[in-house]
């Protein structure tokens, strides 16, 4: 045979076998990445991913909480103050009811409880004493001196109490905290105190080689590389004992670096509820200033940390909400069950918290937020006369 047919029908032999050899890759290939079989991974991947980031927020040896809340939910408007940061809280979100167990970590350092004491004076002088409760602050300055000018604030006769949230949204959150100071105004613990202290809190628990290196890993927004969900992972390797609630491109982040030790302290000498005996009430009740308010099914001496720093609604289960999409309002269901309590029993509250609602009146219940912060008002509460105080503030933040 002549050696050019060799040649030839090598080639041609050569030629078949590197088709066979594609043909046989390609359909291999085709079969393991069929759409359904990479719909499913990512289907895989998806709960995967949900169920890490949502179930559980609070450590084990404290208790649990597993949110049946979609991760993706609409939120109100005036409640954009529990969702500051959208890219992080389609992750990491906050539950939206309470879990077993609060504290959730060892940097809340909460009060539970202070009583107003009144000194025994003259009768006449008693009778010119006022205790006013004001209403939600978020950083605005102005609101409160007006108001401090409309009541004409005498330090000698008036106890000035804020109902949470003096800090945050508005541009001088460090401002009202010394003002405060200054003044000698008492306060209680609102949702943005909680997070501002916790996380002082924990950087105060680290080391000074410590708190350089998580302080050096992106701290501005944007900062980084990675997904936010990578960047998150890595923080949670690197810094295990840090809050799962708690953003680091948050304001609560930036404002706990900035405090001074004194003004630290003052925002953790706010308890969570502060007491005015009912020798003062015009009601002849005792008065509980609290930031959001109280699960009603419990004593006043029986309420969750959380509850009371974060409640607006009731499920019809009795299940506490920090949204009001769903159940009703727990000033609502407070105030109905008032003929059913003792009188020994019988108090009242004043809460902030809920600006969407604005002014609330009701017999054993007033909610004083009426959204300075955007520009509304700034409300206080008169204990010894029921008396609603008010002053039209300028907008420091959108609403």
Request: charged share 25%; net charge negative; hydrophobic share 30%.
């Amino acid at each position: 045979m002549p050696a050019t047919s060799v040649r030839q029908g090598t080639v041609v032999l050569a030629t078949a076998l590197i088709l066979l050899l594609c043909t046989t890759v390609f359909w291999v290939h085709f079969q393991q990445t069929k759409p359904t079989n990479r719909m499913t991974v990512a289907v895989s991947n998806i709960q995967h991913t949900i169920a890490r980031h949502i179930d559980p927020f609070y450590s084990a040896d404290q208790g649990t909480f597993s949110s049946t809340n979609n991760i993706m939910d609409e939120v109100d408007e005036d409640e954009r103050d529990d969702d500051e940061d959208e890219e992080f809280q389609r992750t990491f979100k906050e539950p939206s009811t309470p879990p077993e167990s609060l504290p959730s970590d060892p940097y809340a350092h909460y009060i539970y409880q202070q009583k107003l004491t009144v000194s025994h004076g003259s009768s006449a002088k008693q009778s010119k004493r006022r205790t006013i409760v004001i209403g939600d602050l978020h950083g605005n300055l102005e609101g409160l001196n007006r108001f401090l000018k409309l009541i004409n604030h005498d330090p000698r006769k008036d106890v000035l109490i804020l109902s949470g949230d003096m800090v945050t949204r508005g541009p001088q959150s460090i401002e009202v905290i010394d003002t405060a100071r200054k003044l000698g105004i008492k306060c209680v613990r609102g949702n943005h105190e909680d997070k501002v202290i916790r996380w002082r809190g924990y950087l105060d628990s680290l080391s000074l080689q410590e708190r350089e290196i998580f302080e050096a890993g992106g701290v501005g927004e944007g900062e980084g590389n990675g997904s936010n969900d990578d960047r998150k992972e890595q923080e949670e390797e690197n810094h295990p004992n840090v809050p799962a609630d708690l953003n680091r491109q948050s304001e609560h982040y930036h404002l706990a670096r900035k405090l001074t030790k004194a003004q630290y302290h003052y925002l953790r000498s706010c308890p969570l509820i502060y007491t005015v005996p009912k020798t003062l009430s015009v009601h002849g009740v005792p008065v509980h200033i609290i930031h959001a308010g109280i699960d009603p099914k419990h004593s006043i001496l029986k309420q969750q940390p959380w509850v009371l720093i974060n409640i607006r609604n009731l499920l019809a289960d009795g299940t506490p909400m920090r949204k009001k999409n769903d159940g009703q309002g727990w000033s609502d269901v407070f105030n109905d069950m008032h003929h059913h309590r003792d009188k020994k029993d019988d108090y009242m509250v004043v809460y902030g918290h809920d600006a969407g609602r604005g002014l609330n009146i009701k017999r054993r219940s007033v909610g004083i937020d009426t959204g300075c912060v955007y520009g509304r008002q700034l409300t206080g509460y008169v204990v010894e006369t029921g008396e609603i105080l008010s002053v039209p503030c300028p907008r420091v933040a959108p609403e």
